[in-house]
């Protein structure tokens, strides 16, 4: 059994049991185990979504995982192709620019927000976050930063703290889900984590000193240095996959 980052409970056969005792969640647990299938890689970019194979791994009928696949669509993750149905998103990289430029805009902002609207507890809250992924680094002897959520961690709380309802709309909601699949499906170049780490503290001491205008530039800089190192890793990537096909 594993327990990941949002506290949801999943058995060795990738299938999230969260909430299974609540009679209305049949899409939502397709739903989930949907979601989770793409983000572990089970699923991969362009690969077909089965409703029936679904609906037999859930045990559950094929109206359920439908809608689920319909309100997946809704958030990017899947695509709908005509004549052969949903498959999983596979983002070019001019579509993954066009995604940071918006990242980066609205999550500037946010940090420019939060160092004036945060409270104390929220501003202490960051800092002892920031600490906590360091020492996890540290345990783990690695250069990664933690696996699962950690790094949204840190950037949601940044952007409920801004208290923009629209700013969370987009980038807390609308747009989590594409982001965590970029990293998952192309990870990270050795050393980001640790410079990653590094750039957080960087914006978090800015809105713990209540400098908006500091804080805003460094969280640009650093969704900058984040979106240079997925286009990096998805060109290695692309490379990669050009000389196995070459072999």
Not at 118 to 136: I, K, P
Not at 140 to 160: A, C, E, T
Request: charged fraction near 30%.
């Amino acid at each position: 059994m594993i327990v990941d980052n949002d506290t949801t409970i999943v058995n060795n056969d990738g299938v999230d049991r969260k909430n299974w005792s609540e009679p209305s969640s049949l899409s939502d647990r397709a739903f989930d185990y949907i979601r989770k299938s793409i983000f572990d890689g089970r699923f991969g970019p362009g690969d077909k979504i089965n409703e029936l194979d679904i609906s037999n791994k859930l045990a559950i009928s094929r109206g359920p995982v439908r809608e689920a696949i319909r309100r997946m669509s809704s958030s990017g993750l899947l695509v709908f192709e005509p004549n052969s149905g949903a498959r999983v998103v596979a983002l070019s990289a001019d579509k993954v620019e066009q995604l940071y430029d918006v990242r980066e805009a609205l999550e500037a902002r946010a940090a420019a927000l939060a160092a004036v609207r945060m409270t104390d507890a929220e501003r202490t809250a960051l800092s002892r976050t920031l600490e906590a992924h360091s020492q996890q680094m540290t345990e783990d002897n690695s250069n990664s930063y933690p696996r699962g959520g950690s790094d949204w961690d840190f950037h949601l709380m940044i952007l409920k703290g801004a208290r923009n309802d629209v700013i969370w709309r987009i980038c807390g909601d609308e747009l989590k889900d594409m982001f965590y699949l970029l990293r998952s499906q192309h990870g990270s170049s050795p050393g980001r984590g640790r410079k990653a780490l590094e750039e957080h503290r960087w914006v978090a001491e800015a809105i713990v000193a209540g400098n908006a205008d500091l804080a805003s530039l460094l969280m640009a800089q650093h969704i900058r240095a984040s979106r240079d190192n997925l286009l990096a890793a998805m060109r290695a990537s692309a490379l990669d996959a050009k000389s196995s096909i070459s072999r």
